[in-house]
Nanobody
Framework: VQLVESGGGLVQAGGSLRLSCAAS????????MAWYRQAPGKQRELVAA???????????SYAQSVKGRATISRDNAKNTMYLQMNSLKPEDTAVYYC??????????WGQGTQVTVSS
């Protein structure tokens, strides 16, 4: 499974961004996709996750820090996941990574995309 993120960039506080993650390869094995982020000097943290298994309803979960400001979604036909982030804050500045978890509990990672929020 290969994951490629896009959509990062520089945005002012209060602005919005939509990140995309395109998956390729054996995507049928993926059960959950998620966004993680890592700020300088901090550990990588889970931002949001969505179930992607065929027939699944697309259950979502969010970190408390982004709840109400972020929406994770997926387009199974395009093998693409999205993260819409609104009301961005300087503390949202981080490298955002796409993650996919297979049915055999293997984690796949994208290369990351930088999001910088200026105050």
């Amino acid at each position: 499974v290969q994951l490629v993120e896009s959509g990062g960039g520089l945005v002012q506080a209060g602005g919005s961004l939509r990140l995309s993650c395109a998956a390729s390869g054996t995507t049928s094995s993926i059960n959950v996709m998620a966004w993680y982020r890592q700020a300088p000097g901090k550990q990588r943290e889970l931002v949001a996750a969505i179930t992607t298994a065929s027939g699944n309803s697309g259950s979502t979960s969010y970190a408390q820090s982004v709840k109400g400001r972020a929406t994770i979604s997926r387009d199974n036909a395009k093998n693409t996941m999205y993260l819409q982030m609104n009301s961005l804050k300087p503390e949202d500045t981080a490298v955002y990574y796409c993650n996919a978890l297979s049915s055999t509990l293997i984690h796949y990672w994208g290369q990351g995309t930088q999001v910088t929020v200026s105050s």
